[in-house]
């Protein structure tokens, strides 16, 4: 079945760039996204992308999508202490609308 | 407008008795998905209703559970004779195309 994959842990220093990656098993996937949860939060959608882009520029939230390696990655610039959440890459089962798999999600934290 | 609203935001009950979630989705939007979030397990998809189709069940870990949406709106995730490992964070999530929005949770804890 599709399977997600994320690294658990990332710990970077305010100002600096973090970049969050994600593997997924399943190249029908149209859309795939990007959640952030803060502590005792729901999810928040932070942004998505096509599956026919590569690239996808959102102001200090740059994604990129490798189909051929099934690789998506997620870019912070500038991180601030308020970029501090987990971030959860998801993809939907089979490509089509329906219920999405997710990470496990990337516990990112901001050191000032 | 307004996002999805989860009722009750906190639920401690005792094992052995029956809960009921309740998911209020966006407005207009036709799909409605219940996942669960558990301590080290990630988030699990429980069960996905859209439209006037039958819901997709495959995520049910057991036949304790169940969930209803009525009126293509509300819908309320039950579980029956709860256990310990039933405590969780219960997401819902409604979408009109293919983007989910996910309301606060319930967090449920079983004593």
């Known amino acids: 079945g599709e399977d997600v994959e994320q690294s658990l842990f990332l710990s970077v220093r305010e100002g600096d760039s973090s970049v969050i990656n994600c593997t997924y098993t399943d190249s029908s996937s149209t859309y795939l996204y990007w959640y952030k949860q803060e502590p005792g939060a729901g999810l928040q959608l932070l942004t998505y992308i096509f599956s026919n882009m590569d690239m996808k520029q959102d102001q200090r939230l740059t994604v990129l999508l490798n189909k051929k390696d099934k690789h998506l990655s997620l870019r912070i610039a500038d991180t601030q202490t308020g970029d501090s959440a987990i971030y959860f890459c998801?993809?939907?089962?089979?490509?089509?609308?329906?219920?999405?798999?997710f990470g496990k999600g990337t516990k990112l934290s901001v050191k000032p | 407008g307004a996002g999805v609203s989860q009722s009750p935001s906190n639920k401690v009950t005792e094992k052995g008795k029956d809960v009921e979630l309740r998911c209020d989705p966006i407005s207009g939007h036709t799909a409605l998905y219940w996942y669960r979030q558990s301590l080290g397990q990630g988030l699990e998809f429980l069960i996905y209703?859209?439209?006037?189709?039958?819901?997709?069940k495959s995520g049910l870990p057991s036949d304790r559970f169940s969930a209803e949406r009525t009126g293509g709106s509300v819908s309320t995730l039950t579980i029956q004779r709860t256990q310990q490992e039933d405590s969780a964070v219960y997401l819902c999530?409604?979408?009109?195309?293919?983007?989910?929005?996910f309301g606060p949770g319930t967090r449920l804890l079983v004593l």
């Open positions: 998801a993809v939907p089962v089979g490509g089509s609308q329906g219920n999405l798999i």
């Open positions: 209703f859209q439209g006037n189709s039958a819901p997709d």
């Open positions: 999530a409604s979408s009109f195309d293919w983007t989910q929005y």
